[in-house]
């Protein structure tokens, strides 16, 4: 079993940044999971946001974040982070981790192709 624990959400003004992490521990766990982001605004369902490969190397960024959010991970760790500026309202939502060992370059934001899921962490932008 692997969990994923996030933390670092909070409130935030317009324009801000905010650095997501996410520890992952079990015995299972390894440099071999890709890792992911996503995210869930209220009344709306569940989006990725960016995605990271196993090697590190590949990064893959929604739209809406590209420029403004960096996704990176810390083998030694096994830690995963989203650091994310120029926050925008638009930002508002429920950050998840997820980790999957079965996930192609070509479906990195599927999100049934993750295995494991954290319970996710709060990010509140205000005007």
């Known amino acids: 079993q692997v969990q994923l624990v996030e933390s670092g959400g909070g409130l935030v003004q317009v324009g801000g940044s905010l650095r997501l992490s996410c520890a992952a521990s079990g015995r299972t766990f390894s440099s071999d999971y890709v890792v992911g982001w996503f995210r869930q605004a209220p009344g709306k369902g569940r989006e990725p946001v960016a995605a990271?490969?196993?090697?590190?190397?590949?990064?893959y960024y929604a739209d809406s974040v590209k420029g403004r959010f960096t996704i990176s991970r810390d083998s030694a760790s096994n830690t995963m982070f989203l650091q994310m500026n120029s926050l925008k309202p638009e930002d508002t939502a429920v950050y998840y981790c997820?980790?999957?060992?079965?996930?192609?370059?070509?479906?990195?934001?599927?999100?049934?192709?993750?295995?494991?899921w954290g319970q996710g962490t709060q990010v509140t932008v205000s005007s």
């Open positions: 997820a980790a999957g060992r079965g996930v192609g370059r070509t479906t990195m934001f599927r999100e049934r192709d993750y295995d494991y």
């Open positions: 990271i490969t196993s090697s590190g190397r590949s990064t």
